[in-house]
């Protein structure tokens, strides 16, 4: 049962478990863009059908319910036929960022991947994209992104660069 309390400051993201696993019956297949087909963009449509399904189904009950939803695996970029709800934010979780070089910097073509999917977005009209920034210091358990450190000088080169490329922040 949705109710006022569940809706909070931050966006409820929406997103898939870390599986490339999907649907393959007629119908959902029927929603991927051929043109898209053995791309980083092949469930882009698919996947945003749905999430626009579910906003829209959670706005009728909770009108101020925000959302946001992953850009990642084979749905990294934007879909091709489904325009994404301007009022979901856009969270892309590229794991393959280098930290060892800035966004920026022209001779990591590691994160020319990273630029291409932003600016991806940004061409396709869509304005509230961020970056999951997945960072952090080791506590011996392994906590999430503690492999990217030293990313010390690399995170604020970042946050300068983000706009450059249609990139609004950082989650």
Known sequence: ???????????????????????ECEKCRALDAPEAKGTRGERSDR??????GLAR????VLPEARFSAWAYQDFWYP??????????QVVVSYNNQ???????????P???????????WKRAGVTDVVNRDEIG????NG?????FLPCETVLPRNFAAYPSIGCVGSS
């Open 137 to 140: 210091a080791w506590d011996g």
């Open 57 to 60: 189904r959670v706005w009728k």
């Open 1 to 23: 049962v949705l109710r006022r309390e569940h809706v909070f400051d931050s966006p409820v993201l929406i997103g898939n478990n870390d599986t490339t696993v999907w649907c």
């Open 79 to 88: 879909p091709r036929r489904v325009r994404p709800d301007p009022r979901i």
């Open 47 to 52: 996947y945003w059908h749905m999430v626009n």
């Open 143 to 147: 906590s999430p992104g503690c492999e």
């Open 98 to 108: 280098c930290w060892r070089h800035a966004v920026d910097d022209p001779k990591c």
């Open 110 to 120: 590691v994160n020319a991947k990273f630029r291409d999917i932003y600016l991806a």
